[in-house]
């Protein structure tokens, strides 16, 4: 993909995560916090720290695993390994300040199906945005072109494997 629609689906999936993260969260909260007020009012501000620190902990992680970018070539695989290698790196964050520090302020059952819930549509929602990226480039569209000097058979196997599949990005440019 070139720079431009690069930089519109990395835009997409920074918003997207953004709401995301606070509408599971809401949704979640709305379902747990009835319990929660009862035993202690306070516990809202827990949970809004909590809020704060899983936003930030989101970017940053996904920042360092690299799940905001688009490239040519890309797989689902790849896509999924970033996820779980932020996913993971998320939690290290979390598991650091929420357990290390406030652990029994928050409800196991919250935490357990906001970030599952969290993971899982994340996942499929990026599965399903790397398949239509994939179908465009197919089509013959974000297609980055190249040039090749001099013949060789490694030379011959990439004009080869670009010409097969469309779906990575990559078109020859030459002769």
Do not use: C
């Not at 202690?40 to 940053?60: F, G, R």
């Amino acid at each position: 993909m070139q720079n431009q629609s690069t930089n519109i689906y990395r835009l997409t999936t920074l918003l997207f995560d953004g709401l995301l993260l606070m509408a599971l969260f809401i949704a979640v909260g709305f379902w747990r916090f009835e319990d929660l007020r009862i035993s202690n009012p306070e516990y809202y501000n827990y949970y809004l720290q909590l809020l704060v620190l899983t936003v930030v902990s989101w970017y940053s992680a996904g920042r360092w695993a690299g799940f905001f970018s688009y490239t040519s070539g890309l797989e689902q695989r790849n896509v999924t390994a970033n996820l779980l290698r932020g996913a993971v790196a998320q939690l290290a964050i979390l598991a650091i300040v929420v357990v290390g520090l406030k652990g029994y302020y928050y409800s196991r059952v919250f935490l357990v199906t906001y970030f599952v819930s969290l993971y899982s549509i994340a996942l499929l929602y990026r599965l399903l945005l790397v398949h239509f990226l994939r179908v465009q480039m197919a089509k013959g569209k974000w297609q980055r072109r190249y040039l090749l000097s001099g013949q060789h058979a490694t030379s011959d196997a990439l004009r080869s494997l670009t010409e097969l599949r469309p779906e990575l990005g990559w078109k020859y440019d030459g002769p």
